[in-house]
């Protein structure tokens, strides 16, 4: 029996790092087909290794890939006025020394501007 995956290959140095989240196995190559080549290896390996129970465990059933967006992190730093610059633009005191991200949800209108902790 054929089963479909899904595979995230991200570039990690001088390579790639491939990931089968359904199944917590990774690999890595110098390309992005030796890192999909070699993990499709560790995949079929372990389905000829594992024992049923292994399996079951280990099998994710339901995984979903969607997209977030997030403000740019850098961007957004490099424009936010913070400290004394922040006090005097905004006349508040004590503002914040790190910038939080606006989180945006993927519905109109929706969305949330984060807060720092405690």
């Not at 990774?26 to 292994?54: H, K, M, V, W, Y």
């Not at 099998?59 to 957004?76: N, R, S, W």
Request: with cysteine.
């Amino acid at each position: 029996m054929r089963r479909q995956f899904t595979v995230i290959i991200e570039r990690e140095g001088n390579g790639y790092v491939s990931l089968c989240p359904e199944l917590d196995i990774a690999s890595q190559g110098e390309t992005i087909e030796d890192a999909r080549d070699n993990l499709q290896e560790a995949i079929e390996l372990f389905f000829e290794t594992a024992s049923r129970q292994e399996i079951q465990a280990r099998l994710h059933e339901e995984v979903y890939v969607t997209v977030a967006k997030f403000t740019d992190h850098l961007a957004y730093a490099a424009t936010r006025p913070r400290g004394r610059e922040c006090a005097r633009r905004t006349g508040r005191r004590g503002c914040l020394g790190s910038g939080w991200n606006k989180i945006t949800s993927g519905k109109t209108g929706g969305g949330r501007q984060s807060q720092p902790p405690g």
